[in-house]
């Protein structure tokens, strides 16, 4: 299991918490159709009944509520009903730190090949790269090495972008083909 700092679990409560906020202006007939629980839709509508800083403090509550519910399917409501980017967003965050964690993996193997005096390879084992393989099966693996070898060995900016870029685009592209079925 991943640790999680600090700052990360502050942004991701964020994301909850202005959640929340849109989930709190619902209309009676979308707030029906909400993918949530009971309890959950109780809490909003007191949240409209409130004003000033009890409502900022039953927002918080409501987020509160949101973090011991499956967020994605909520997430994805609020998208559909009122055109909200916090989907969208969590998901270029998601890619960014995908991204960042493979071009680290290979800056340190690029240091480990500098300091062992021989020539980083384009096909270093990547733990990193093989679990993003599993991830995204539609990821075309050479051109993921090949930019993340790049931006190794001279830093240039095009190839940090160019990773972001097949990272999302084979993110997307999982997102759309729907899960098999058993």
């Not at 007191?46 to 011991?68: C, D, M, P």
Request: net charge positive; charged share 35%; with cysteine.
């Amino acid at each position: 299991m991943e640790k999680v700092s600090r700052s990360e679990q502050k942004r991701r409560f964020k994301l909850i918490e202005a959640a929340a906020k849109e989930l709190s202006v619902l209309g009676d007939s979308e707030l029906i159709k909400l993918p949530g629980s009971d309890r959950l839709k109780h809490e909003i509508e007191a949240v409209r009944k409130t004003k000033g800083g009890a409502r900022k403090r039953q927002i918080k509550y409501v987020a509160k509520i949101l973090q011991e519910e499956p967020v994605d399917g909520i997430l994805s409501f609020l998208q559909q009903i009122r055109g909200s980017k916090l989907e969208e967003n969590r998901f270029h965050r998601t890619t960014e730190k995908l991204r960042d964690a493979i071009i680290d993996d290979a800056l340190q193997e690029y240091e480990n090949c500098l300091k062992g005096s021989r020539q980083m390879e384009i096909d270093w084992h990547s733990e990193v790269i093989r679990q993003t393989m599993n991830t995204l099966p539609v990821i075309d693996e050479h051109e993921i090495r090949r930019s993340a070898h790049q931006y190794a060995r001279n830093r240039n900016k095009t190839h940090y972008r160019e990773l972001f870029r097949l990272l999302k685009a084979a993110a997307e592209k999982k997102r759309r083909i729907p899960p098999e079925q058993p």
